[in-house]
């Protein structure tokens, strides 16, 4: 795989970097600042969500921002500095769905390697069945198994996470789990 090469300039003093090995401990091109030597790591961006059950049915979000603008998906969203995982999982399920609810364990972990991201969804008990969607969705809606829009979601991670849910939910026992996205 060809690393984007998305650093143009050392955040350390402005100079345009070069794209080499930096040195014998490391095997990959990184971005290297030619007059102060620091180094700039391109490292994989985490998307925090929840899987928000209330009863037997799942909350899903309608999109009102690209990407798959109009799809259905699982609250989420980039996790910010300064939070743990699960602490994003909440607040972008706060921000998407206006849902009030507690947050349980992890559930899911995918890596899509390809956009260099890695997915993380929470298991939530919605604690309410009233919602007060934020500005990028279009509306947050409850669903029964057989009620999911599956050829209207936005992303395989969330189909992946949805499938692994019911499974567990009729097996009778939740499990963390883990898988990669081609």
């Known amino acids: 795989m060809i690393t984007p090469r998305t650093i143009r300039h050392c955040r350390q003093c402005g100079t345009a970097v070069v794209y080499r090995v930096p040195d014998d401990m490391d095997s990959r091109e990184r971005a290297v600042c ?49 939070e743990s995982t699960a602490d994003g999982a909440a607040r972008e399920t706060v921000e998407e769905a206006g849902a009030q609810f507690e947050i349980g364990p992890l559930f899911s972990l995918l890596n899509v390697v390809r956009v260099g991201q890695v997915h993380l969804f929470y298991l939530a008990t919605l604690t309410s069945d009233r919602f ?51």
């Open 132 to 182: 007060d969607p934020g500005p990028e969705t279009i509306e947050a809606q409850l669903f029964a198994e057989d009620e999911i829009p599956w050829d209207d979601l936005a992303f395989r991670t969330v189909r992946q996470t949805l499938e692994w849910f019911f499974e567990d939910r009729r097996r009778g026992t939740y499990t963390v789990h883990a898988g990669d996205i081609a």
């Open 34 to 82: 030619p007059a102060c030597g620091t180094i700039h790591y391109e490292n994989p961006l985490n998307v925090v969500g929840t899987v928000p059950v209330w009863q037997d049915r799942i909350l899903l979000c309608r999109r009102n921002i690209e990407p798959r603008y109009g799809k259905w998906t699982l609250p989420a969203g980039f996790m910010e500095l300064d």
